[in-house]
């Protein structure tokens, strides 16, 4: 039977400069003191890169939402997600770890990069996901942990103190239409969170481990360039519990609009595992 190719949607986020470009509006008045304050320009900075999260969404995903999948759904290209997807079965949990990239920066404009895990997204309207998130802005790097329930609402920003080398363990578990959303970050724990949602209409017919390029107002925002995301101890039940590798999963590969964005490795031995490597920002 011929499967309708899906393809990635921009999702919707706030027409505005770049997040930290609105610090020059908070900039100091005329004859004061220019002495440096970092620390207080770096509070200043989090708190207006993190209300500029809060109208992000990280997948306003489709039913048809990647470029190209192969006929047996063992590979795809996805012009903003890399990573893995579970399919055909009812899923109930998700999970897996993962030390928090390293990004370069560069001095133009604003980019991002989140990592997370999650059920539903690959082939419905629905997606229940938490994780971490980098944002690039004139050259420095904001690390946030956070959570969402797509479409019931945007990305909810917890943490910002994640940083990089940071030990990540994201999760999200179903029971009956109630998620169990957690994101324990070991080594920052002021960044951890728990949080029960509910969802009556998630299809839950997928489970994800993936590193995004979100979107924006005007298309899919540059990819940070995260060097490489590692995704270890995956777990997944679907009424029996496994790994990646125990249900039929789909290899997905970052493409841009002539060449790979980011490079997804092959499945670990353990089939709980595999790498993310940055290659391209657009």
Known sequence: MHRRLPR???????????????????????G????????????????????????????QHATNHMSSVSPNLSQAQSSN???????????????????????????GRTSLAAFWAGIDGFSSGSVEQDGTLIECSQGTAFHFSWWEMFPTNAV????????????????????G????????????????????????????SSAEWIAEAPSGSGGIEPLTDFHSWTLSGATVAAGS???????????ITMTGSSDTKAGTGPLNSSGNGFTVTWEHST
């Not at 519990?241 to 290899?251: L, Y």
């Open 81 to 107: 997600w890399g990573g893995y997807a579970d399919t055909s079965e009812t899923f109930g949990s998700v999970g897996g770890s993962w030390t928090e990239p390293s990004a370069t920066c560069g001095s």
């Open 156 to 175: 909810q920003v917890v943490g910002q103190s994640v940083a990089a080398g940071d030990h990540i363990t994201a999760s999200v578990v179903r029971s």
């Open 32 to 59: 004061a003191s220019t002495a440096p304050n970092h620390a207080a320009q770096k509070a200043e900075a989090i708190a207006i890169a993190r209300n500029w999260l809060q109208h992000l969404h990280i997948g």
């Open 177 to 204: 239409t109630s998620y169990a959303l957690r994101v324990t970050d070991s080594t920052h724990t002021a960044n951890s969170f728990a949080t029960t949602q509910s969802c009556s209409g998630c299809a839950n």
């Open 241 to 251: 519990s496994g790994v990646i590798s125990s249900f039929p999963d789909t290899e």
């Open 8 to 30: 990635v949607l921009s999702c919707a986020l706030m027409a505005s400069v770049p997040a930290l470009g609105l610090m020059a509006a908070f900039g100091p008045a005329a």
